[in-house]
Nanobody
Framework: VQLQASGGGLVQTGGSLRLSCAASGRTFSNYAMGWFRQAPGKERDRVAA????????YYADSVKGRFTISRDNAKNTVYLQMNSLKPEDTAIYYC????????????WGQGTQVTVSS
């Protein structure tokens, strides 16, 4: 599986963006997926995750109620809908894949920049 993230950009406070992460290969449904972000000078943190079937999700407290992760296994794509964006959401966003049964995200996309202006 290879991952290609897209959808980042510049948005004003309170705006919305939808990130997409397209996966190549035929085994996308064997992977849980996560979205991570890294702001300048900070560690990379997981903001949302979804299990392989799409029935289970996780959100960091900082994005609960504002971000929604979803996936379409028929399209080999995972999404992150981001609403009510804040300047502190500014970061490079990465998607990553975790094979079912594994405890690590072993495959990473290239990242997409999200900038929220105040």
């Amino acid at each position: 599986v290879q991952l290609q993230a897209s959808g980042g950009g510049l948005v004003q406070t309170g705006g919305s963006l939808r990130l997409s992460c397209a996966a190549s290969g035929r085994t996308f449904s064997n992977y849980a997926m996560g979205w991570f972000r890294q702001a300048p000078g900070k560690e990379r943190d997981r903001v949302a995750a979804i299990n392989s079937g799409g029935g289970g999700t996780y959100y960091a407290d900082s994005v609960k109620g504002r971000f929604t992760i979803s996936r379409d296994n028929a399209k080999n794509t995972v999404y992150l809908q981001m609403n009510s964006l804040k300047p502190e959401d500014t970061a490079i966003y990465y998607c990553a894949a975790q094979r079912v049964g594994s405890t690590v995200y072993s495959i990473w996309g290239q990242g997409t920049q999200v900038t929220v202006s105040s």
